[in-house]
C-alpha cells in the first residue's frame, strides 16, 4: 500500500501485529534448531565424537526454549502485550514497612533491568526514616503486564528487624498494584470537564533546581462508575522529569491506562460470575511470603517456593512468574 505511512495509527498497529507473528517464527526456528542439534549430537555421542555434557548442555537449552515459547504462549488476552504500571504502597508498621515497600522497588526494578524493559519512576514518596511509603513505576515493553499481573496483591516480609533495638523477629507487609499501561493503540474515552489540574514543587532527590519550579502535577478526575453508579476521585500526581506539560502528557497517560484497567476488572469479574471459582486471585490478597530468616521465599497461590532468598530479592522471579502463568493463564485465555 503506497499510502501506508499516511495512516500512523492505523500502521502502528498493522506493525505490531507484524512484530508480534515475526517473534513467533523465530521462536519456531529457534526451537527447530535446537532439536536439530539435539538430536545429532545424540547420534555422534553413540560414536565417542561428542562428550555427554555437551549433550546435556544442549538438552537443556532446546529445553529453554521450548518453556520460553510455552510461557509466551500463555499470554493470549489482550491487555497481556501492554506495558505496565507498578504502583507499590507500604502497610502498616512505620520504618520496617516502608523498608520493605523499597526492597521491594528495587527487585522489580532490577528483574525490568534484565528483561531489557525500560522503567521511569511517575512518582515516589520517601518514608520519613527509611525507605519509601509510595512508588509509581512505568514499565514498557512487550508483555510486561502479561507476565507482572502475576505480582498484583500483598507482599509479606518475615525478619528479624534492623530498626529494633530488641532484635525481634518483625512481619511486614506492602502492596503492590498492577495496571496495563495504555499505548495510543487502546482507545480510552477520557471527558475533559471531569479533570482538574494543580501544580506543586517537586520534593525529594534532584537538587536546589528542582525545589524552585513548579514542575509537579496533580491531576484530579471525577470518576462515575458507569456499571456501580459509585463516585470516585481519581488522585494522580507526577513529578517524574522537571518539563511541567511532560509531566501532564504522563500523568494523562497513567490516568487512560487507570480508566482502561477498570473496565478489564468489570470484564473479570463478569468472567468470574460465569465461570464461579475460576478468578483464583483477588485484588488485595496475600499472595507471596519472604521469610528472610528460614531462607524461604512461597507464593501461597501456586505452591512455588525457593530457598533463595538473595537471588529473589535481586529481580529472580522468573520462576514465580512461570508457576503462576502454567497455573491461572490457560484459564484466562479460555474466559
Not at 104 to 124: D, F, H, P, V
Not at 153 to 168: D, E, I, M
Not at 282 to 291: A, H, K, N, T
Request: glycine share 8%; charged share 30%.
Amino acid at each position: 500500500m503506497p499510502d501506508f505511512w499516511e495512516h500512523p495509527k492505523e500502521a502502528q498497529i498493522q506493525m505490531k501485529k507484524i512484530k508480534d507473528l515475526q517473534h513467533w517464527i523465530e521462536g519456531y526456528h529457534e526451537v527447530e534448531q535446537a532439536v536439530e542439534e539435539l538430536g545429532t549430537a545424540y547420534e555422534f555421542i553413540k560414536e565417542g565424537l561428542v562428550e555427554e555434557s555437551e549433550l546435556d548442555a544442549l538438552y537443556s537449552d532446546a529445553l529453554a526454549k521450548i518453556e520460553a515459547l510455552e510461557l509466551r504462549n500463555m499470554l493470549r488476552r489482550e491487555e497481556d502485550k501492554l506495558g505496565v504500571v507498578l504502583k507499590i504502597n507500604s502497610g502498616a508498621g512505620g520504618t520496617e514497612s516502608q523498608d520493605w515497600a523499597s526492597m521491594l522497588m528495587r527487585m522489580y526494578l532490577r528483574w525490568c533491568e534484565k528483561q531489557g524493559y525500560k522503567t521511569s519512576i511517575a512518582n515516589i514518596l520517601d518514608g520519613d526514616e527509611a525507605g519509601i511509603k509510595s512508588c509509581t513505576i512505568n514499565v514498557e515493553g512487550d508483555f510486561a503486564y502479561g507476565y507482572l499481573k502475576s505480582e498484583n496483591g500483598v507482599h509479606r516480609l518475615v525478619r528479624v528487624s534492623p530498626y529494633n533495638a530488641q532484635g525481634k523477629r518483625m512481619t511486614s507487609f506492602a502492596s503492590v498494584f498492577v495496571t496495563p499501561l495504555v499505548d495510543d493503540t487502546i482507545e480510552v474515552k477520557v471527558e475533559p470537564a471531569l479533570l482538574s489540574w494543580d501544580t506543586f514543587r517537586s520534593g525529594g532527590a534532584g537538587g536546589q533546581n528542582v525545589n524552585k519550579v513548579e514542575s509537579g502535577v496533580r491531576l484530579r478526575y471525577q470518576f462515575t462508575d458507569p456499571y456501580t453508579g459509585e463516585k470516585e476521585e481519581i488522585l494522580i500526581e507526577n513529578t517524574e522529569t522537571r518539563d511541567q506539560p511532560k509531566n501532564k502528557e504522563n500523568a494523562l497517560r497513567q490516568l487512560r491506562s487507570i480508566l482502561y484497567d477498570k473496565e478489564l476488572q468489570h470484564r473479570l469479574q463478569e468472567q468470574a460470575k460465569v465461570e464461579a471459582g475460576k478468578m483464583k486471585i483477588e485484588w488485595g490478597s496475600q499472595i507471596r511470603s519472604y521469610v528472610f530468616d528460614d531462607r524461604r521465599v512461597k507464593d501461597h497461590r501456586t505452591g512455588y517456593q525457593t530457598s533463595d532468598v538473595n537471588g529473589v530479592m535481586d529481580g529472580d522471579l522468573d520462576g514465580f512468574i512461570k508457576a503462576y502463568l502454567m497455573e491461572f493463564a490457560a484459564e484466562e485465555g479460555e474466559q
